[in-house]
């Protein structure tokens, strides 16, 4: 069992930046890829941007690609998420999720494992 717990959302003014964590459980070995998605007001969880987590391969939204870093810590069992040049289109939850197969991914239906989320908003 896999337990992911983010951190590190809040309000910011357009054009800052926020760092998210996420902190895979103690008991927990990884090597499955990860990823953070998002989820806005009445709108459907979307891809933000994953990694591998041997080799740290990464791919993006193209919403975020630029602005947004995606990195894990393998020692620290912990993934990140820096967000520069906020927009308020970014306010959504932020969620983070772990694989259980290899390969990167997009869709929410492929990860198995999700954390609790943690609120971003961004104002104008």
């Known amino acids: 069992q896999v337990q992911l717990v983010e951190s590190g959302g809040g309000l910011v003014q357009a054009g800052g930046s926020l760092r998210l964590s996420c902190t895979l459980s103690?008991?927990?070995?990884?090597?499955?890829?990860m990823g953070w998605f998002r989820q806005a007001p009445g709108k459907e969880r979307e891809f933000v941007a994953a990694?591998?987590?041997?080799?740290?391969?990464?791919t993006y939204a193209d919403s975020v690609k630029g602005r947004f870093t995606i990195s894990r810590d393998i020692a620290e069992k912990a993934m990140y998420l820096q967000m520069n040049s906020l927009k308020p289109e970014d306010t959504a939850v932020y969620y983070c999720?772990?694989?259980?197969?290899?390969?990167?991914?997009?869709?929410?239906?492929?990860?198995?494992?999700w954390g609790q989320g943690t609120q971003v908003t961004v104002s104008s």
């Open positions: 990694t591998t987590w041997s080799v740290g391969s990464t």
């Open positions: 103690a008991s927990t070995t990884n090597r499955y890829p």
């Open positions: 999720a772990a694989r259980t197969t290899y390969g990167l991914a997009t869709w929410p239906q492929q990860y198995s494992y």
